[in-house]
Structures are given as structure tokens and as C-alpha cells.
């Protein structure tokens, strides 16, 4: 199997500007999830997704903050109005629809906001 | 609630030695899952190993091995004879069979030096 991809792999914005990420699953991987990783923490989760349905997500993410899968395939997140706080790694995970399968990560995308 | 503790926050040692990582869990859960993922420092978490919670056995595969304790309820990653390769944070993850994240600890840095 390709691996999940994630594309910009590095951003860096001005405070106020929008950002949007994007991932690509592995095929077949119904479920595709976002987390957020700060420096010398684990990586802790915003949001998922089974096909296109949004299921869950985390109280961190804000308003600010939306994340899309249209047709089940890819996912974008977006981040309107970047703070500093948002500086971050942004990882991208998919697993199977079967049990607890094991989550597969991306690369990452690593937002700096100046 | 679900919580994953690494309590070294960094381990230095030199190459060829054995070294073993520290992972405790709390879950009022009986059905679980453990993993080990490795993030080196292009940032990727790498999938090293997942346990259910009613496998107990061991595992080794080359030079690592998991030493899965319920009664402690810890799950502990051990290398040997480590290479400057496995220079990487090491994060141990957990989640309910009802859950869809993965709880995660802070990860434990882990530097090899020739």
C-alpha cells in the first residue's frame, strides 16, 4: 500500500492569514483522522472521519477551525485567522473500518504562524 | 478517562547498549489496545507494534521486544544492542475498543551515540 500523504509538508503564514492542509489516505482506508502534536507532547486528536462523515470532534478544535472529506477520499483541514497558538504538527492518520485497527500516520504538515 | 504515562523524558545511551522505554496506563476499559510508534525526526510516526488487552504474551521482533504487564499495567519497549539508527522519540499510545482516538504519552526521546 502508498502510505497516507499529506501536502504543504512545511507552512509558514502570517497571523491572520488562512491555511488549509490536505491528506490523502492509504486506499481503502474508510476512517481518516486529525491530530495535533506541540513541541515535546503527544500527539492529540481534533477530529475524524468515517467515509465522509464528520463522527467526532475534539473540543480543540475551535471555530476557527473546519475540516472536510467530500467525497471519502482525501481530507482538508482549515485553519481561518492563524494565531501564534496554532503553531504546530499536524498529523494525519487512516486506518481500516474493521475493530480497532491500527492507525497509519502521515508525514505531517508542520504550521508556523509569525 | 484513559491517561498514558512515560516518565523518561529523555534517555542517552551509548551504542551497542540495551535500553528499555517505560509506558504505564490507566483505563477503567477491559478491552484495549497498546501500541509503540516511533517519530524520527522527519517527523513521521512509524507503526511498531499494537496488543490487545488479553494478550499478555510477549513479543520480540529482532532487537525489540514488549513486555506487556496487565498487573502493573504497563507496557514496556525494550531495544538491544541499540544502533544510532533507532535515535528517535519513542511514544506509547492506547485506546478502548469503544474509542476512536488514540490517547498518547508525552513520548520518550531516546538518543544513541556511536
Known amino acids: 500500500d502508498t502510505g497516507v500523504s499529506q501536502d504543504p509538508r512545511h507552512k509558514i503564514t502570517k497571523r491572520g492569514q488562512n491555511v488549509t492542509f490536505r491528506c490523502d489516505p492509504i486506499s481503502e482506508h474508510n476512517r481518516l483522522y486529525w491530530y495535533r502534536q506541540t513541541l515535546g507532547q503527544g500527539p492529540e486528536f481534533l477530529t475524524y472521519?468515517?467515509?465522509?462523515?464528520?463522527?467526532?470532534k475534539s473540543r480543540l478544535l475551535s471555530d476557527r477551525f473546519s475540516a472536510e472529506r467530500p467525497k471519502g477520499s482525501f481530507s482538508t483541514l482549515e485553519i481561518q485567522r492563524t494565531e501564534q497558538g496554532d503553531s504546530a504538527m499536524y498529523l494525519c492518520a487512516s486506518r481500516r473500518d474493521r475493530g480497532t485497527d491500527t492507525q497509519y500516520f502521515g508525514p505531517g504538515t508542520r504550521l508556523t504562524v509569525l | 478517562a484513559q491517561k498514558v504515562t512515560q516518565a523518561q523524558t529523555e534517555i542517552s545511551v551509548v551504542e551497542k547498549e540495551d535500553v528499555t522505554l517505560d509506558c504505564v496506563y490507566e483505563t477503567r476499559d477491559t478491552t484495549y489496545y497498546l501500541f509503540w510508534y516511533k517519530q524520527p525526526p522527519s517527523g513521521e510516526l512509524v507503526f511498531l507494534i499494537r496488543r490487545n488487552s488479553f494478550d499478555e504474551q510477549n513479543e520480540i521482533s529482532g532487537r525489540y521486544s514488549w513486555n506487556f504487564q496487565k498487573s502493573t499495567s504497563s507496557f514496556n519497549f525494550t531495544i538491544t544492542a541499540s544502533q544510532v539508527v533507532d535515535s528517535a522519540v519513542y511514544f506509547c499510545a492506547l485506546i478502548s475498543n469503544s474509542g476512536y482516538a488514540l490517547n498518547f504519552g508525552k513520548g520518550t526521546s531516546l538518543l544513541v551515540t556511536p
Open positions: 472521519f468515517q467515509n465522509e462523515a464528520q463522527l467526532e
